[in-house]
């Protein structure tokens, strides 16, 4: 299995909802990551996981919660989003270590908060 | 990790080469050229990377000049399936930074 999935696809939320986006791989990468990429623009780091712990966190909101349950699962929780927050979600994973190993991405949750 | 540069866009004809080039004068030696692709509304997708020789697989190849400061992509026979954003990235630690890539329209 050389994929990482991600779902839902598509959701839609109102800002006083609570839901959570959902990834998985088995390709035992120990590292992974959470991409936000608004239209025309380049996905931003959000989150990295190295070993199931919080590595990095870049300034994000707290109504952006990561978890990383095990190995093969990462989950983001989203709580009263702003429509500022409709984006396409990115997940993706690596090997840790150095920087001589690609990440596969997901192909991602397209999020619309209304 | 090293800022680069791309054109913001560039057109190819169908069958023939596309060459991508990226600038990135401030690298170190320890960072690797990374090349993804991202197909509308798609994940990004690995193409390829490289740190000092030029690198080709099924994909690409990857030409890096000798003093490491820039870089071209080649496709050597772009299709319409192919008309995508192209990234460059240099990358020295963890994190992939994404900059604002090249978005090649393969035309017929």
């Known amino acids: 299995d050389t994929e990482v999935t991600q779902t839902p696809k598509h959701l839609v939320m109102g800002m006083t909802n609570k839901k959570s986006l959902k990834c998985e791989q088995h390709m035992g990468h120990r590292a992974m990551y959470w991409y936000k990429q608004k239209a025309k623009k380049p996905p931003e780091l959000m989150f990295v996981?190295?070993?199931?712990?919080?590595?990095i966190n870049e300034s994000v909101p707290s109504r952006f919660s990561p978890e990383c349950p095990n190995s093969s699962l990462l989950n983001l929780h989203l709580h009263a989003l702003q429509p500022e927050d409709s984006a396409l979600y990115l997940c993706?994973?690596?090997?840790?270590?150095?920087?001589?190993?690609?990440?596969?991405f997901g192909s991602g949750t397209r999020l619309t908060v209304v | 990790d090293a800022k680069t540069t791309q054109p913001p866009s560039m057109d190819c004809a169908e069958g023939r080469a596309a060459n991508l080039p990226c600038n990135h004068s401030?690298?170190?030696?320890?960072?690797?050229v990374y090349w993804y692709r991202q197909i509308h509304s798609q994940g990004p997708q690995y193409i390829i990377h490289g740190l000092k020789n030029n690198e080709t697989n099924e994909m690409a190849s990857l030409i890096i000049t000798e003093d490491r400061k820039s870089s071209t992509l080649i496709l050597p026979h772009a299709t319409l399936r192919d008309t995508a954003v192209y990234y460059c990235?240099?990358?020295?630690?963890?994190?992939?930074?994404f900059g604002q890539g090249t978005e090649l329209s393969v035309k017929p």
């Open positions: 401030t690298i170190s030696g320890n960072e690797y």
């Open positions: 993706a994973s690596s090997p840790p270590g150095g920087p001589n190993y690609g990440y596969t």
């Open positions: 990235i240099v990358r020295g630690g963890g994190k992939l930074i």
């Open positions: 996981y190295s070993y199931e712990k919080l590595s």
